[in-house]
């Protein structure tokens, strides 16, 4: 018996890259989606030139490298430098083009606004597809590592512990200065001390530029990035980044960085999803991460209806009755105690401001009863407080009480969370790597993060329709704002959808 033989590696062989290509590659999707793109519109240099001049590489073979790359989980610049020497669906997709790495890097750069108005493009052509519905979305946020380390981010405490700690230094060396008689010995610690003070400067100096800030942190080479908790209370820098997701195919809506946690964030990403789906109304759901008075109330305003998980009410004390337990009747605007008493209030409205943050304020009224002093249950409502047991109800009140309401009657609605968004982010840091960014600032990072979910949304695309209904639809689409039907090679569309690839000799 013989072994498998293979070619002679001296043998001389013809083929093309388009036979080498299956008919129902991925690759023929990222071609037609890019090639149906107006760049011009979006930004990109260079889609027109002149005669003059070394001709540069076109947008659209760069702009199909990153997608192509982002797709399956090569994201560096150098990596698909290689992708374009060595892979024959990348050489295919770029004709055989060979762009060097600084040239791939820059173009990341340059056009990372281009990338996010592209993906929300691509979103409202879904939505015109029907492949979004616009009636639910499911909000969520995933962390990834910026490119700046732990050590050179700085919060008031520890740079407090900083020079502290060079203050010891400082006095240790003065003492040993002192002591000493050899001229060698006192030179090296005249330079200790030297380097020393010169830390401590630069430390009083960092302090200082936080304290203009009005930021609780800084970083020194990403100046966007904050440190973030990742995963069981390992912090890293990095950026916390906001995402909402379609319930009817799971396909990404929105997108959006900004504060190290989800306390702040329902409402700018659950707006800025309707706008850009213009719809009336839209129903969001979220985890308990989100559920803030403010955020829900602004949702209202807008016509958003939030299925946020409720949060259990804080009390130090586990053994003493909770809010829950408290009847609310707001036709009398009073509380009914479990001992049967009520709670009135003067109607007074009390200024709540976190110290840290201005934004964190605000109002409530205050409900007591003069009852509690001779009730039987008062050891188990309040800790022998002199006046008794006192609620804060918020201005927000109302709105998470309808929120919690609707979660309690709809719960295996609300439960859908999970399946809609979580395997998602999962997809994203597990399959394709997407737990860093190359990239440095806030925008640079939102346009990487727009690359990502292009593809993304693409893939899902289809997977759902089948490569030849994709590119159907493609050629049928009428949104000639992002397509223009007279830069789609038409020709070669309908040889994906009704011709066989000949594969020649």
Not at 121 to 127: A, D, E, M, R, T
């Amino acid at each position: 018996m013989h072994h498998v033989k293979g070619e002679h590696r001296n043998q001389l062989c013809m083929f093309s890259l388009e036979s080498s290509v299956a008919h129902d590659s991925f690759v023929r999707a990222i071609d037609a989606f890019v090639d149906a793109i107006d760049l011009k519109s979006f930004g990109f240099n260079n889609v027109d030139c002149g005669e003059e001049g070394r001709p540069p590489f076109h947008p659209s073979a760069l702009l199909k490298l990153y997608l192509y790359g982002y797709k399956n989980g090569i994201r560096s610049s150098r990596k698909l430098e290689r992708e374009a020497r060595l892979n024959i669906e990348t050489m295919w997709l770029l004709s055989g083009q060979q762009p060097k790495y600084h040239t791939i890097s820059d173009f990341r750069k340059q056009y990372k606004k281009a990338f996010r108005d592209i993906f929300r493009k691509f979103v409202v052509l879904l939505k015109e597809w029907e492949l979004i519905e616009g009636e639910t979305i499911a909000i969520d946020s995933f962390k990834i590592r910026a490119q700046n380390s732990l050590k050179d981010n700085f919060n008031d405490k520890k740079l407090e512990w900083h020079m502290s700690y060079i203050e010891e230094k400082l006095t240790a060396y003065e003492s040993m200065l002192d002591e000493s008689d050899k001229e060698e010995d006192r030179r090296e610690l005249e330079e200790k001390i030297a380097r020393e003070n010169q830390k401590k400067e630069n430390y009083q100096c960092l302090k200082e530029t936080l304290a203009c800030s009005g930021e609780d942190q800084i970083s020194l080479t990403d100046v966007d990035a904050r440190a973030v908790i990742l995963h069981r209370n390992i912090v890293n820098v990095g950026y916390n980044v906001q995402a909402s997701v379609d319930v009817k195919h799971k396909l990404l809506v929105e997108f959006d960085t900004g504060e190290v946690n989800d306390t702040h964030a329902l409402a700018d990403i659950a707006i800025s999803s309707k706008e850009l789906l213009n719809v009336e109304c839209l129903n969001a759901i979220a985890d308990k991460g989100y559920h803030t008075g403010e955020e829900i109330q602004r949702c209202g305003k807008h016509d958003i209806t939030t299925y946020v998980s409720p949060r259990a009410s804080s009390t130090n004390n586990k053994a003493l009755y909770p809010l829950e337990m408290f009847t609310y009747h707001k036709q009398n605007d009073t509380y009914t105690c479990p001992a049967g008493n009520v709670l009135e209030t003067t109607g007074k409205w009390y200024q709540h401001s976190d110290s840290r943050k201005g934004r964190d304020s605000y109002k409530f009224k205050r409900y007591t009863t003069s009852k509690c002093r001779g009730c039987a249950l008062r050891l188990q409502c309040t800790e022998g407080k002199r006046n008794g047991r006192a609620i804060d109800r918020s201005e927000y009140a109302d709105a998470l009480e309808a929120n919690t309401q609707r979660v309690l009657q709809r719960p295996d609605y609300y439960r859908q969370r999970q399946q809609i968004i979580e395997h998602i982010f999962g997809t994203l840091k597990r399959q394709r790597g997407f737990t860093h960014t190359f990239v440095k600032g806030k925008e640079k990072v939102l346009g990487e993060v727009g690359l990502m979910f292009i593809g993304y949304n693409l893939g899902r695309c289809v997977n759902i329709l089948g490569i030849t209904e994709f590119f159907k639809t493609l050629k049928n689409s009428v949104l000639c704002i992002f397509f223009i039907q007279k830069r789609l090679i038409l020709s070669e569309i309908d040889a994906y959808i009704f011709q066989p690839i000949k594969i020649t000799a």
